[in-house]
């Protein structure tokens, strides 16, 4: 009920917004202004993918529409986790409940960029896809910048559909994967294929994480195992005031509430499920470190994935732990790239990894991670988070990544830059739907290569430019 009051405490916010704009409200950007981007999204969580690909979407804003024409503001939950992200954005608080705050700062601005990799989906939270569509929705309103920016789509739940097709049917999406598409256009959304924007992050240098491996015992020869585990069944949160009031008053649901009225999905079915899945990750693991001389870490992309990689650890014996919560995207990347394979259920622990060539295979909840290994041609090296034979069907695909590293590494770069390209060409999307909107802001002139379309790149990426060039 709570997340059905959200969603339509929202629509309402939208409707009044259409009506304010029709009968003269609102402030649309002029000439000579600069122009007032909100990056609505899902930060300050300590979230490093989230994070990642927002301080990319930044930078690529920047360099397209020009740094000086542009006045960028970022919604955070926490400023003490997002502090020195982002740049010179403004960071702006967002509450849990956040239609009020959505209906005051929206409006503030000439234009939203949404940044939620999973925008649209009930998987994770409605609540999460609901602000989503409401930030868009309500720039929409007033005929400002509305733009969805490396999308994913996937089963919402039909009130929500009903949202995203009645309100985002006058903004651009781009998605990241052509699945993501066709769950949209069949609401009557306008979209462009685009791709995830974590690809040009540039973290710390290797140096630095291989510095944090030694430092936590690893000899500086063994290959190194890096294993990003999650707890895949406490999705969806849903809000309730009901359980938050017992909470209060009680202690009831402590385990599975996240924070204020939203709640993890729990019960016994969720604790065996997960255990199941520790079980035969860990397990694996172990097996395969008895095969081979590997050194084994566990990272936590995501704060809340810290219990997931301290049960697996306790299970290997004490394995070093390195989690979001102690370290920042940039120093937490650089250990991901000093490693030389791994082993994922965070589809951005995998993306960030893999301009750093590391051989990577998945464990997937939903279809981001599939539809990342049916991109790169690596469809063996993936399983399913509850696949019952999770144990044995890891051990080889382990095997595999150690003895196949250099052809699994030669299929990611290619995908890399695959997708560098893909995401120039959403930046020149992302031009021309502002010169369609705002015909007189300063847009760059003359000729320009794709690379004009990127962020700036480290030398790293330019050697992976010129080695998959022809590919």
């Known amino acids: ?78 400023f003490e986790y997002s502090r020195g992200y982002f740049g010179d954005a403004r960071q702006v608080h967002l509450p849990d409940i956040f239609p009020p705050f959505l209906g005051r700062e929206v409006p503030r601005h000439h234009g939203v960029i949404a940044c939620e990799g999973s925008m649209f989906k009930s998987k994770f939270a409605n609540a999460l896809a609901t602000m989503m569509i409401g930030s868009l929705a309500l720039a929409a309103a007033e005929n400002k910048l509305s733009v969805g ?13 009903r949202m995203c097709r009645r309100y985002c049917r006058d903004s651009l999406i781009i998605t990241r994967n052509e699945e993501s598409r066709q769950v949209l256009r069949e609401l009557g959304v306008p979209t462009e294929e685009g791709t995830d924007t974590a690809w040009t992050f540039e973290p710390h240098p ?88 590997v050194f084994v870490v566990l990272t936590a992309t995501e704060r809340l994935d810290t219990d997931a990689c301290r049960r697996i650890s ?25 490693c030389h394979m791994m082993v994922s259920s965070r589809y951005h622990g995998i993306v960030t990894s893999m301009p750093g060539l590391v051989p990577s295979a998945g464990i997937t909840m939903d ?12 469809p063996d090296l993936l399983l399913e988070v509850d696949d019952p034979d999770l144990e044995s069907k890891l051990l080889p695909i382990l095997e595999t990544l150690y003895r196949e590293r250099e052809r699994i590494a030669a299929g990611i770069g290619d995908t890399v830059v695959r997708n560098l390209r893909m995401m120039a060409r959403m930046g020149m999307y992302l031009e021309q739907h ?20 990127l962020p700036p790149i480290n030398s790293q990426l330019g050697e992976l430019l010129e080695a998959y060039a022809a590919a």
């Open 1 to 78: 009920m709570m997340d059905f009051a959200l969603e339509a405490w929202v629509s309402l916010l939208i409707e009044r917004a259409k009506l304010r704009w029709m009968l003269g409200g609102g402030t649309p950007w002029r000439p000579g202004e600069k122009l007032k981007l909100l990056f609505a999204g899902y930060n300050g969580t300590r979230n490093t993918g989230s994070d990642v690909r927002v301080e990319e979407m930044m930078r690529q804003v920047r360099r397209i529409l020009g740094a000086e024409n542009l006045e960028l503001s970022v919604m955070s939950q926490n």
């Open 149 to 161: 920016y490396g999308a994913e789509a996937g089963y919402m739940d039909p009130m929500l559909a």
């Open 206 to 293: 290797v140096e630095y994480g291989r510095k944090v491996l030694r430092d936590h015992g690893w000899n500086g020869t063994s290959p190194v195992l890096v294993v990003c585990p999650i707890n895949p069944f406490f999705w969806p949160v849903t809000a309730s005031v009901g359980k938050y009031l017992l909470h209060a008053l009680t202690g009831a649901y402590r385990e599975s509430h996240y924070r204020t009225v939203y709640f993890h999905n729990s019960g016994p079915g969720v604790d065996a499920a997960y255990q199941r899945y520790l079980g035969g990750l860990g397990n694996a693991v172990q097996a395969f470190r008895q095969r081979r001389d």
């Open 314 to 338: 306790q299970r290997l014996g004490g394995a070093p732990v390195f989690s979001s919560h102690d370290y920042d995207m940039y120093q937490l990347v650089s250990i991901l790239r000093a």
């Open 367 to 378: 279809e981001r991670i599939r539809n990342l290994m049916r991109e790169r041609g690596h």
């Open 434 to 453: 502002v010169h369609t909107l705002y015909p007189d802001f300063p847009l760059r002139r003359g000729v320009r290569s794709w690379e004009d379309y």
